[in-house]
């Protein structure tokens, strides 16, 4: 709110000869430091800093400048919390890298610039470590391994019967642009085409524009070697970008379902097999209300 304040007083100042200032943290974190907790708090700074300018000024000029400079110093220090600073030097390398660089623009350049930098670096090592928390890949190859989604889970497939020509590929995490690489490259890695392709995206939570550019490539891919494409378990965000983008059309309201006993199920109907009933209790299904 004091930024916001400052901005209104910055629109109002140059009516009245007066030149803009730009915000400083300093004052601040001096007035939290000091137990400042509310914006009555902010409201005193002003009319102290207002009364110094209007009746006290020509005592103020008196204040000799190193005694300023020592105040400025002790500011400066308690606002430098050393011990964080070192404390995050022993992180995590991408961590250590946007604060050493903020710190040194702050230092040589300036604290706007410091800040944007800063704030790029810092999108940039989120969307990398999104990216990396993303995990892709085929599970029905992985069926005799028991921590694929944990023997408890009742939506497992370990409990579930995956026909012959059927392939499962899970995406786990957010489907963005960082991960759609991952997610082209997984999918060429199997040899054959498979009859049917279920993408479960129960742990997908975002679908972007990238991701969706990939997903169309797939389903392209999959129409030229006669492999049908069912999604299994997509979320509310994803469905919407389906819909709007006009993929859901295109696919099929009868090829996504809203978990995977039912995509296994549009699979076996595809391949002329008898349904199968699900082993667990039943998951929410796919209703076009929901979108």
Not at 77 to 98: C, I, Q, T, Y
Not at 157 to 179: D, K, T, Y
């Amino acid at each position: 709110m004091e930024l916001v304040a400052q901005g209104v007083a910055n629109l109002t100042v140059p009516f009245f000869g007066g030149i803009p200032a730009t915000g400083a943290i300093a004052r601040t974190a001096t007035n939290i430091k000091n137990g400042g907790r509310t914006p009555i708090s902010g409201m005193v700074h002003a009319i102290t800093l207002l009364l110094i300018l209007v009746f006290f000024g020509k005592w103020a000029a008196l204040i000799p400048m190193p005694t300023l400079a020592g105040i400025l110093v002790v500011v400066a220090w308690n606002m430098s919390e050393a011990h964080l600073f070192l404390k995050l030097l022993s992180g995590p390398r991408g961590d250590v890298l946007v604060l050493l660089s903020t710190f040194g623009l702050t230092v040589l350049v300036d604290l706007s610039v410091a800040i944007q930098v800063g704030m790029v670096l810092a999108a940039f090592l989120f969307m990398q470590r999104m990216a990396e928390a993303t995990q892709v890949g085929f599970i029905t190859r992985d069926l005799n391994d028991a921590g694929e989604d944990g023997i408890d889970d009742p939506h497992s497939l370990h409990l579930r019967e995956v026909p012959s020509g059927v392939e499962v590929f899970e995406i786990n995490g957010p489907f963005f642009f960082g991960a759609a690489d991952k997610f082209k490259y997984a999918l060429k890695q199997v040899a054959t085409p498979p009859r049917v392709l279920i993408l479960r995206m129960r742990h997908a939570l975002s679908l972007d524009s990238t991701a969706l550019q990939a997903l169309e490539s797939v389903f392209d891919n999959a129409r030229r070697n006669g492999t049908h494409l069912v999604l299994s378990g997509i979320h509310s965000q994803p469905l919407m970008v389906l819909e709007r983008s006009g993929f859901l059309h295109r696919l099929g309201e009868e090829n996504i379902h809203g978990n995977i006993d039912d995509a296994l199920n549009r699979a076996r109907d595809i391949l002329g097999l008898p349904p199968v009933q699900r082993p667990g209790p039943p998951a929410p299904r796919f209703r076009k209300t929901e979108y």
